[in-house]
């Protein structure tokens, strides 16, 4: 079992910054993938960005640019860091892992933390 705990969230005026973190902990584990995810109200879930364990990101359009990725294996951690941050970024963003050992294709998701961002 992985626990996800996400921390970062907040109210920051548009054209601030903001980091989120992502920390995976919990028994015996090895991670592929890591993400994250954006729902805005009354919206579908939609993806921010992704890191591979090799490295390779994948970013939604509308953020390249703006929004990166890093993660720290040592640590299990992932991070988004925002920058540019606008009123349309304002939403619950979540964390997603996906594991490779002991299971493959096994995927958790953090509590979600709330970004809101004012004009």
């Known amino acids: 079992q992985v626990r996800l705990v996400e921390s970062g969230g907040g109210l920051v005026q548009a054209g601030g910054s903001l980091r989120l973190s992502c920390a995976a902990s919990?028994?015996?584990?090895?991670?592929?993938?890591l993400g994250w995810y954006r729902q805005a109200t009354g919206k579908q879930r939609e993806l921010v960005a992704t890191?591979?364990?090799?490295?390779?990101?994948n970013y939604a359009d509308s953020l390249k640019g703006r929004f990166t990725i890093p993660r720290d294996n040592a640590k299990n951690t992932v991070y988004l860091q925002m920058n540019s941050l606008k009123p349309e970024d304002t939403a619950v963003y979540y964390c997603n892992v996906d594991l490779m050992w002991p299971r493959e294709n096994d995927y958790y998701w953090g509590q979600g933390t709330q970004v809101t961002v004012s004009t």
């Open positions: 890191i591979t364990s090799g490295g390779s990101t």
């Open positions: 919990g028994s015996r584990f090895m991670i592929n993938d």
